[in-house]
């Protein structure tokens, strides 16, 4: 552990951070989301403000709560909700972390009334929606950029397919396959990557401690 660090290192810095699921409605009462807790884009929002900055964070549906006079709270429920409140943001931040899991697709319109039990297949058709990380490595002027990743197979070539291609400046490959990681967990087993592809595994740890492991990181790459 190295805390080479010390006060409040990101001070009169603003930090962007998206955390949890996005639901796309499929009519008033079903939506298309995922597992994710917000945990771990809450812990990193947390330990943004311990260091001192001003952070913004956009949450999709979750259960945690957080309260800090440097965190500023922004809900949000679909995907393209999302991309509108991070580009509100993005370009007065210095740092941006996309956790959140944002849904691929969603229904290509929502019904208006419930869809009725039928006896019967019933197709929903589902289109993209915009990826947020990758219009932010697009729009990036001096933003520190960090991405996160989800890989079930081929994992560090696909996290580093991702680094590039959103033209990200670190990525945090998360691994499901772990005991002690991934959804609702209060743990986390993380490899960072940078651009130059070097890559760093940590062990499984509380994302408390994840989060800490991540800012100490993005403060050694990181000179603004
Ligand atoms: N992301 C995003 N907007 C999307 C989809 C993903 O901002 N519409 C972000 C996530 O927050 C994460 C990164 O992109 O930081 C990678 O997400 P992931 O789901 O692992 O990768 P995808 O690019 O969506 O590709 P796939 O799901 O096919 O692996
Ligand atoms: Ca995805």
């Known amino acids: 552990e190295d805390h080479i660090i010390s006060g409040l290192p990101l001070r009169n810095k603003k ?3 998206t955390a949890g699921p996005t639901y796309e409605a499929i009519d008033p009462v079903r939506f298309i989301g995922n597992h994710s807790s917000g945990k771990m884009g809450f812990e990193l929002a947390k330990e943004a403000a ?10 999709g549906p979750s259960n945690e709560s957080i309260k800090h006079a440097l965190i500023k709270r922004i809900d949000v429920v679909t995907a393209e909700e999302m991309y509108t409140a991070v580009h509100e943001h993005y370009a007065t931040c210095n740092i941006a972390i996309l ?10 319109h929502a019904a ?4 009725k039990k ?22 990036k002027k001096n933003q520190f950029l ?24 670190l990525i945090v ?8 990681a991934g959804f609702k967990k209060a743990t986390n087993k993380i490899t960072l990557i940078d651009t130059e592809e070097k890559c760093q595994s940590f062990e499984t740890k509380s994302k408390t401690e994840v989060a800490k492991d991540i800012f100490n990181e993005i403060l050694k790459k990181h000179q603004a």
Do not use: W, Y
């Open 15 to 17: 930090v962007l951070i």
């Open 99 to 108: 956790s959140a899991a944002v849904a691929d697709f969603k229904p290509d």
């Open 146 to 169: 960090v991405g996160f990743a989800l890989e079930t197979s081929n994992e560090l070539e696909n996290a580093k397919g991702k680094l590039r291609r959103k033209n990200l400046d």
């Open 112 to 115: 208006v009334d419930k869809i």
């Open 50 to 59: 311990n260091l001192g900055a001003e952070v913004i964070l956009i949450s």
């Open 173 to 180: 490959l998360n691994s499901l396959n772990d005991k002690g």
């Open 118 to 139: 039928i006896d019967a297949v019933l197709n929903i058709n589902l289109v993209p929606t915009k990826d947020i990380l990758a219009s932010l490595g697009e729009a």
